[in-house]
Structure formats: structure tokens, C-alpha cells
């Protein structure tokens, strides 16, 4: 993680841990850069980044403010950690159904930019939210960049892993989202019913190197997945 990402994380984390409300300052500029004691061009970029992100939002002539109001149980489409961390205050829990080393589909081997050839582990798994089916999840990682999976770490958070066990640093991810109708398997582990609509989403996650490690495949339970997005300099 590079310094200015560094500094924004702790930002950020400060306005949690202090439960900061949408519009309340922050320290200015100048404090920011004595007490992280490094140039303006880095907290800058850190609060830019944070500004990406919808955390804060900057007046000129008047400081930096906390923008997010988070709802509980809402998933943020800009994350590139894993959902787990935006549903941080409800209980999420996994059910691993298949886990293995196989080789890629073609689908997964050109969003992996991998050979058909090349092993990969296959992961598939309900995530569930207060005990409650959230949605059906098919992934594939690259098994040169995450060599070794198990149960244990599938039924936890692999990002987690991936970060603190792996030491790899995730940059960004590619989403694409469409509207379709319920396979009869996965109606049955959502506890619904064949034909019903889902979220279908397909997600690529990539390392800090641009390589992609992680293509993903969710159909999520329509009626209780929430969404939401922020947007900035409309």
C-alpha cells in the first residue's frame, strides 16, 4: 500500500471510529500534513482518493468534510475489498458448496487473461446476511497469484486472506451488472422460487499491477440486496 493510500485509510478510519456524521470537519490541511508529517502533495492525493470513494468532499475556503451517510445493509458498487466490509455491522456468514482446482471455463480464462490450461481455484459459495440467503457466488482465482485456498478461508473472508495472508496489495475491479430471472438451482439456495428476478453480477479484480486475479459470478437474492452509489462532480 503506497503512503497516500496509507494516510486515507486511516482517515477513514478515523471517521468511524469516532462515528463522524455527514458534514462534520475535519482537521485542516496543514494538520493533516503535521500529523502524518509528509508533503501537501501527499495528502492531497489522500483525500482526493477519499473523495473518490464518496468519504469526504473538500470547499474550497472552508476544509474538508465527511460526505458518507451510510445505510446499514447496503453494498457499496465501487468497492474493490469484498462486500464483507460494507455490511461490517450485520452478521455475514458463507456456506462453501465446491471448492477445487480446475481448469477456467473460457468465460473466466478471458476475464482472467489466463490460458485454458491454467489451474485456478473454484470457489462456490452462499453468503448469507443475519442468516439470511444473500446471493449464490461463483469465483475463480488465479492459483500462481493466490496458490492455496481452503474451506476455512472461503467460509471467512478470502480478500482478508488475500491482503494479511497473502500480502497482496487489490487496486481495482470491473463490474457489470444486468437484470435476469432465477436458475431453479439457484432459487433453491436463496430460498426462492425458479423464474423469480435476480441482480446478475460479474466482477474482475485486479492487483495494484494491473494483473487480474479474482473473476467473479453473483446472482443475488432480489429482495434483500441493497445498493448504492455515489457520484462526484456532477
Known sequence: MLKYQQIAAEIEKYIEDHALQQRDKLP????????FDVSKSTITKSL?????KGVVYQVRGSGIFVRRHKRKGYISLLSNQGFKKDLEN?????KVLELDVRKPTEEAAYNLNIGLDTDVYYVKRIRYINGKALCVEE????????????????EESIFTYIKEGLGLK???SDLYLKVGK?????AKHLGLNSGDPK??????????????????????????AQFFLQSNHI
Open 199 to 224: 441482480l446478475y453480477a460479474e466482477s474482475i479484480f485486479h492487483l495494484t499491477n494491473g494483473e487480474p486475479f479474482d473473476y467473479s459470478q453473483i446472482a443475488y437474492n432480489y429482495e434483500d
Open 170 to 172: 487489490i487496486g481495482f
Open 90 to 94: 450485520s452478521a455475514v456468514t458463507s
Open 139 to 154: 469465483s475463480y482465482f488465479t492459483k500462481s497469484i493466490v496458490p492455496y485456498l481452503n474451506r476455512e478461508i472461503a
Open 182 to 186: 432465477l436458475t431453479e438451482e439457484e
Open 28 to 35: 485542516v490541511l496543514e494538520a493533516l500534513m503535521a500529523q
Open 48 to 52: 482526493d482518493l477519499l473523495e473518490r
